[in-house]
């Protein structure tokens, strides 16, 4: 239903700032989303801002898998 | 309604491989049932590859190259995916009517520069200027001859077993079109991979006689190439997503719009199907950025499939339509 | 251990998609079903909505933008695509925010933004609007085909037709909502809920509690989506969604109207409202025979199980909106095939 982005927010000027996705810089909106600062990850929708992200950590698939399998 | 012809008609996807079916009924003959980007011609017992290709690209100036490196790349990629050293470059403008000089002069600047990099000479050419709105200010159609070597050529048919070796990371071209195109305000290293292939082609015939096909990888991407390959080749295809290269920050653009990097074309990309004896030596002459990403199947024909990370093997189908930017 | 199928519905497209194109299915156990619901915003959009959006493209002097998921819908008789062939002026644009500076830059034309997609998109339209007020500019206009996605889930949990064990609620739109809205729906229903991120390992660890909670006879609405969502979500672009739109009963393809589930301009804004400022007349609807959408987007049936999927509708000649929309259901059977 709606593919959001993390990026990091690289500079802030008035509701814009610039993010970096990883290598891939945009100008986005920070329109919607309050007391975002520099350094702030944020998940970017449709060149908007529309909530603080946390950084993932690094995390396993197959052992996920394995303690899905333990549940049932 | 009366069909029309659509940009579906010429993307590398389905339509577009209905439509020159039609085309190659017409004019059937053993050479174009072939249907390879290079025609394969023997005269006096000179095996000589031949290629013609027309360059359309809107912007015309984009990140790493220009319609006119494109027009001499793309022609010396497809004449050396037979297996042949390019030679000689035909070279024909169509040029609307109030097109900037200084642009035009930029544009053959590159061609030259080009040209003497891949040591090709252009050798015809021909200019017409049409009034304008009757072409959207430049188009390129170049035409390439090459020699095929008896002593290093490509040797047999694709077979099961074959792996499948990839020079480098995909989807930079398309990306880097796209994001100049259609002014989507990302900034990022991304440029196009656009570059002549001939002296890479040539290493690897110097190591291998194994090597059974080569094609590169333009419209339609990795996935769309492979497709037009098990189905003319009646073969089946696995790779192995885990492999295939894709450079972050173009994996990001495609992310942030929706976009599956399999699908999207390159302009400096070849694959090399090649006996697995051979896999390695290829792999070290095609240079450091490339890759065994999938092998040939000895069943499943005409169909491509994907294992993903998880282990999952699924079918990767022809592209259907032309990515857009998407936020779902 | 029970021996029946756990069921559980992704309702948001993206899951379907990321689902499928990992490969998920193949490899969870067997004992675990995945349904496919009706998050997908441009599968749910009726057809009458669609029908109206393409005769305002039509229109002399306009500007039509939209999502590029939205250009090869097919409406009664066309699509943006086919029109944009015919000459009308469509175009695609990543955020509604340039679709703005387009109006701005063609003042002599009217530039019409249709918007489609759920609570993560919406705020931003409505932003959208402020700015455009904020600008004075008075050549933009908006069709809100925006729908909310509880009325859809509680019509879903509550329906006769199929029993669904646990919902894999969708991480982005929750951005804003937050969790507590889930709340509701997983005690009233007795449904969990687990709001999950869109990553193959956040996909696991979300089916993984669906199944502990069903196991453990809870009906909670959880987070396995800690670095994005929250229980009280986005307050600020619920507070911008509020103060532009409300709340009006709308159509969507396959459950058909529902009531308080879309979004129309509040009257001060209604400056704004391209269902005001065009009248257009509608062609008159056809339904398709034999297409299974509307059962598909319920997940009572699944593409396989329609006579036109893969034969008639094709993603070359799309008959219904799950094959239509790339993230559609029938789009995502259709293109990641399991090797046979």
């Given at each position: 239903m709606c593919l959001a982005v993390p990026a990091k927010v690289k500079s802030i000027k008035r509701d814009r700032a610039v993010v970096d996705f990883g290598g891939v810089l945009k100008e986005i909106s920070?329109?919607?989303?309050?007391?975002v600062k520099k350094d702030d990850y944020v998940l970017i929708h449709a060149g908007f801002a529309i909530g603080k992200v946390k950084e993932a950590e690094a995390r396993d698939t197959l052992r996920a898998l394995e303690e899905l399998k333990k549940v049932l | 309604m009366e069909e029309k012809i659509t940009l579906a008609h010429g993307n590398g996807g389905r339509r577009m491989h209905e439509l020159i079916e039609d085309l190659r009924i017409q004019f059937s003959n053993k050479i174009l049932n072939e249907l390879s980007d290079a025609a394969e011609l023997s005269i006096n017992k000179n095996r000589i590859s031949f290629s013609t290709d027309s360059y359309v690209v809107?912007?015309?100036?984009f990140p790493g190259g220009d319609i006119g490196k494109l027009a001499i790349c793309g022609t010396i990629n497809d004449v050396s995916m037979k297996g042949a050293r390019p030679l000689f470059i035909s070279l024909a403008f169509i040029i609307e009517e109030g097109f900037s000089l200084t642009q035009f002069k930029k544009i053959v600047h590159s061609i030259k520069q080009e040209a003497k990099e891949a040591g090709v000479s252009v050798v015809t050419g021909d200019i017409k200027v049409v009034e304008?709105?009757?072409?959207?200010g430049i188009f390129i159609n170049t035409a390439g001859i090459g020699i095929i070597n008896y002593a290093t050529s490509i040797g047999g048919r694709v077979k099961p077993g074959d792996l499948i070796v990839i020079n480098g990371t995909i989807a930079e071209h398309g990306m880097a079109i796209l994001n100049a195109r259609e002014k989507l305000g990302f900034k990022s290293n991304?440029?196009?991979?656009?570059?002549?292939l001939n002296l890479e082609v040539q290493r690897c015939l110097n190591v291998s006689n194994k090597i059974s096909f080569m094609r590169d990888?333009?419209?339609?991407g990795l996935a769309g190439v492979l497709n037009e390959i098990a189905g003319g080749s009646n073969i089946g295809i696995e790779i192995y997503e885990k492999d295939i290269p894709v450079r972050p920050p173009v994996k990001k653009l495609c992310d942030i719009l929706g976009f599956d990097p399999l699908y999207v074309a390159n302009e400096g990309k070849f694959i090399c199907f090649v006996d697995a004896k051979d896999a390695r030596r290829i792999k070290k002459a095609m240079g450091k950025t490339s890759q065994i990403i999938g092998r040939v199947l000895?069943?499943?024909?005409k169909e491509v499939f994907l294992e993903t990370k998880l282990g999952a093997k699924r079918l990767l189908a022809m592209l259907e339509e032309d990515q857009l930017p998407r936020i779902c | 251990m029970k021996a029946s199928k756990i069921k559980l519905m992704e309702v948001c497209g993206t899951h379907t998609m990321a689902i499928a194109r990992a490969g998920l299915k193949d490899v969870l156990p067997k004992s675990v079903e995945l349904i496919s619901g009706p998050g997908c915003p441009v599968c749910v959009t009726s057809q009458s909505d669609i029908d109206r959006a393409l005769e305002i493209a039509g229109e002399k002097d306009v500007i039509m933008t939209t999502f590029g998921?939205?250009?090869?819908?097919?409406?009664t008789k066309t699509s943006f695509e086919g029109i944009r062939r015919e000459g009308a002026d469509v175009r695609v644009v990543y955020s509604s925010l340039e679709a703005l500076n387009i109006a701005r830059n063609n003042p002599s034309k009217r530039t019409v933004f249709m918007g489609i997609g759920f609570e993560t998109t919406s705020p931003a339209i409505a932003e959208t609007i402020l700015e455009a007020r904020r600008q004075k500019i008075k050549n933009f206009f908006v069709l809100s085909c925006f729908k909310l996605i509880f009325p859809a889930l509680s019509s879903l949990a509550r329906s006769k037709k199929i029993k669904i064990d646990g919902f894999i609620c969708p991480g982005h739109v929750s951005v804003i909502?937050?969790?507590?809205?889930?709340e509701k729906i997983a005690r009233d229903f007795k449904t969990p809920c687990v709001i999950t991120g869109f990553d193959e390992i956040d996909i696991i660890q979300g089916i993984r509690r669906l199944i502990k909670q069903i196991r453990e006879n809870r009906y909670e609405a959880e987070i396995a989506y800690k670095r994005a969502v929250s229980p009280q979500g986005n307050k600020k672009a619920r507070k911008i969604l509020t103060l532009v739109f409300e709340v009006c009963d709308a159509r969507w393809r396959g459950l058909g109207l529902l009531k308080g589930s879309g979004l129309k301009l509040r009257p001060k804004f209604e400056e704004f409202c391209a269902q005001r400022e065009f009248k257009v007349k509608l062609p008159k609807p056809v339904k398709v025979k034999g297409c299974l959408c509307g059962e598909v987007l319920q997940g009572?049936?699944?593409?396989?199980?329609?006579?036109?999927?893969?034969?008639?509708?094709?993603?070359?000649?799309?008959?219904g909106p799950c094959m239509v929309s790339s993230e559609g259901t029938c789009a995502a059977y259709y293109k990641y095939r399991n090797r046979g």
């Open positions: 920070l329109g919607i989303t309050s007391g | 809107k912007p015309l100036f304008k709105g009757a072409a959207d991304i440029k196009s991979d656009c570059r002549s990888l333009t419209r339609g000895p069943s499943h024909k | 998921d939205m250009m090869r819908v097919p409406g909502t937050g969790s507590r809205p889930y009572i049936k699944t593409p396989r199980d329609c006579k036109l999927f893969k034969n008639k509708c094709t993603p070359q000649n799309p008959i």
